[in-house]
């Protein structure tokens, strides 16, 4: 089992290009969530998501950023037109489900730098 | 509203020093804690939860719902403890929604 993967693991796109970041969950996860860590921060929560439902998108800005979990591929967070202020990592996590004993497991994230 | 707090941006510790890495939460009802571990160039893992009341690596860490704190400890460092530790809150209610610390990035000097 390989684990969450990320890719790309750096992103650099210049202001008001768009960012598509992938997140492929370990094998037999249906739940994902996106965080993002600025510079100096810790992670904030983003979004969850579960196979064709976004489930809380409350950390997500209003404008500008969607995720998606399709019943086939990768969990995609999109980011349009995007500004120096993005220029963060994000990290994905999968778990099996909820209740107690559901870790979230986390993939090595994604960089990006707007320039 | 639930929140943690890491007080502490960097520690540094000497080897064979004890260590105790602070974490305050808030939280209304019965939350679970955990400690997530990020060392150099990895990505970020589970390292221990309150829940299981288990000795991670040396790592301990017990839940004071008295002073709403779920303070890391251990008593001898060691170099390869060196990393980021991320204290964590997984809400009892809904689905669960986990609520991450700023993060303390211990340093252990050799």
């Not at chain 1, 202001?15 to 600025?38: I, T």
């Not at chain 1, 969850?48 to 489930?55: A, S, T």
């Not at chain 2, 509203?1 to 209304?28: D, H, I, W």
């Not at chain 2, 390292?47 to 690596?57: F, G, P, V, Y």
């Amino acid at each position: 089992n390989a684990g969450v993967m990320q890719n790309p693991r750096h992103l650099v796109r210049r202001r008001g290009q768009e960012a598509r970041l992938r997140c492929s969950p370990m094998k037999g996860h249906s739940h994902v969530y996106w965080y993002r860590q600025l510079p100096e921060e810790g992670l904030k929560f983003m979004v969850y998501l579960q196979k064709e439902n976004i489930i809380d998108e409350s950390g997500m800005p209003k404008e500008r950023f969607s995720a998606e979990f399709p019943k086939e591929g990768p969990s995609i967070l999109r980011i349009q037109q995007v500004v120096r202020g993005d220029s963060a990592a994000y990290f994905c996590a999968s778990s099996s489900g909820q209740g107690s004993y559901n870790e979230q497991f986390f993939g090595p994230g994604t960089r990006l730098t707007v320039l | 509203a639930q929140r943690v707090t890491q007080p502490e941006k960097l520690l540094s510790v000497f080897k064979g020093a004890p260590v105790e890495l602070k974490c305050n939460y808030s939280y209304s009802g019965s939350p679970e804690l955990f400690w997530y571990v990020q060392y150099s160039r990895q990505r970020l893992q589970l390292l221990l939860r309150h829940i299981s009341r288990e000795s991670i690596k040396g790592f301990t860490a017990d839940l004071n719902k008295g002073e709403t704190s779920f303070h890391l400890k251990k008593p001898f460092a060691q170099e390869e403890d060196s990393a980021m530790y991320y204290c964590a809150l997984r809400s009892s209610g809904g689905y669960q929604k986990v609520t991450f610390g700023t993060g303390t990035k211990l340093q252990v000097i050799p």
